[in-house]
């Protein structure tokens, strides 16, 4: 039995529901096509988050950091793209905090729009509750933008903080928005850590690494009922 991450494999175990040895194979991202853009040029003050708008995804945490953001810098725009059960209430929040004009939201968006939200970003947020092993994360990192995210496995099985990228208590708006203001005027932090995250991703989660590591596991298995 594989599966993504040690998030995944302990919640596995916890459930007592297999005798089975779980191995953890990782998630995988294609970094020849996430990746940054030729000039790495990226607007300023452009925060994103990317994925399904529910209630584990921690967005209702992001909209209170973006009152505290923005009432510090009003220049700054939070682009939450997709779709989900919690649309209505965060469009309710979102108006009911008056960030009409600071927050939006994209619905939807192909992957070539996807590529260039990633590449054209200033810093990446997931606040998220609950991983397995994030996607968005991933492709944000092999895009070289900064990311942050929430400290609870998944994630910290793929940030190291101050390194990869930031790790911050969850349900936390506050800290998130003092270390996105941090980023915010810190531009050669920026870039060190963007850099660092995307060549963790190429090092780790490429899906060439991860192919050749399921070719050996269907191999061994092939070797012990040969032999």
């Known amino acids: 039995v594989t599966t993504v991450s040690n998030a995944c494999m302990n919640e596995i175990n916890n459930r007592d529901i297999l005798e089975k040895s779980?191995?953890?194979l990782?998630?995988?991202v294609d970094v020849d096509y996430f990746q940054p853009d030729e000039k790495n040029e990226r607007y300023n003050d452009i925060i994103l988050y990317t994925g399904r708008l529910d209630s584990r995804k921690g967005i209702m945490d992001l909209i209170t950091c973006a009152k505290y953001v923005c009432n510090n810098k009003?220049?700054?725009k939070f682009f939450l793209t997709g779709n989900g059960p919690l649309i209505n209430r965060i469009k309710n929040k979102i108006a009911s905090l008056?960030?009409?004009?600071?927050v939006i939201l994209t619905g939807y968006?192909?992957?070539n729009e996807l590529l260039r939200l990633y590449q054209k970003s200033t810093i990446?947020?997931?606040p998220s509750y609950y991983e397995g092993l994030p996607t968005t994360l991933l492709e944000a990192m092999a895009c070289g933008i900064p990311c942050i995210a929430t400290d609870i496995e998944g994630n910290s099985e793929v940030i190291t903080t101050e390194k990869t990228g930031f790790l911050v208590p969850p349900k936390n708006p506050e800290v998130l928005c003092k270390l996105i203001l941090d980023l915010l005027i810190d531009p050669q932090k920026r870039k060190i850590i963007g850099d660092c995250g995307r060549q963790h991703v190429i090092e780790t989660y490429d899906w060439r690494r991860i192919a050749n590591n399921t070719a050996n596991?269907?191999?061994?298995?092939l070797s012990n009922i040969c032999h």
């Open 22 to 24: 779980i191995l953890v």
């Open 26 to 28: 990782g998630n995988g």
């Open 74 to 76: 009003p220049e700054v």
């Open 98 to 102: 008056n960030l009409q004009d600071n």
């Open 109 to 111: 968006v192909n992957r």
């Open 124 to 126: 990446y947020v997931l």
């Open 217 to 221: 596991i269907y191999q061994s298995m």
